[in-house]
């Protein structure tokens, strides 16, 4: 039985995969570069002494999730859980946003996992994991990444609705809420915050792979940002927003 993690040739999916494999987990690991993940498999194979299979799937298009995972039995057959690092950005992602670069926002960073969930229902076994990341910008609305916001927070949803469902009776649902991690994505970027250790993170999701239903932020900070914003009206952070950009 394996652990299937998608996006895990770098970030957190690839600390993800040391993790999961340093604690003798065999793994089937997605992303679109299979140069990557056939490095990977060679590093953790090595080191681990796990089996690692290889997929090169674009989560940006549901046609080719089908093609190349779903109708794949053999390997469905043997997953016992399944992670979801992934996420896509696109610079100045806001209200004038191509609408094809839309559609491969939302389909990258929720269609993709909700369609894929749905898909595998039937082939995770009784007591497996399904983890989701999030991101804080999906905590409020606003005027950058707002369409990577939208979907992030649609997927936040999704997986409290998973947590209700019938059919997940018996799996352990895990959803984490992120900021910035010390990824490609947040180099060269000055942060008023501190960044999270993805290794810190994955260390924790692994701890955690068995817990029941459980909304995690990463870096904790975040879950008081996240209630300060709360309990303040909406309009009032509209309003402070215009002063403060004027």
């Known amino acids: 039985m394996s652990y299937l993690i998608i996006g895990a040739s770098s970030g957190l999916g690839r600390e993800l995969s040391i993790k999961f494999a340093q604690e003798n987990n065999n793994l089937i690991i997605v992303s679109r570069d299979l140069r990557d993940l056939n490095a990977l498999k060679s590093d953790l194979e090595l080191r681990f002494k796990v089996k690692v299979e290889c997929l090169a799937i674009d989560f940006s298009s549901l046609n080719e999730i089908n093609e190349k995972l779903l109708t794949n039995k053999e390997i ?7 992670l979801f690092p992934i996420g896509l950005m696109f610079e100045n992602d806001n209200f004038e946003t191509k609408e094809e670069n839309v559609q491969k926002l939302i389909v990258a960073n ?15 076994e009784n007591n497996s994991t399904i983890v989701g990341f999030g991101s804080v910008s ?9 369409n990577y916001a939208a979907a992030k927070r649609a997927l936040e949803s999704f997986f409290e609705s998973l947590a209700f469902e019938k059919k997940f009776k018996n799996s352990k649902i895990q959803f ?22 993805t290794k810190k993170l994955a260390h924790i999701v692994f701890k ?3 817990s029941d239903f459980k909304k995690t932020f990463f870096p904790k900070y975040w879950g008081i940002i996240s209630f300060a914003l709360k309990i303040i009206p909406f309009s009032i952070l509209v309003k402070l927003y215009k002063i403060l950009t004027k």
């Open 110 to 124: 929720f269609l993709s996992i909700s369609f894929t969930i749905n898909k595998l229902s039937n082939y995770l």
């Open 208 to 210: 955690n792979k068995k």
């Open 76 to 82: 469905l057959k043997n997953i016992k859980g399944v």
């Open 176 to 197: 984490y809420t992120l900021g910035y991690l010390d990824t490609n994505l947040a180099f060269g970027k000055k942060l008023v915050l501190p960044k999270g250790s």
């Open 138 to 146: 999906g905590l409020l609305g606003r005027n950058l990444n707002s």
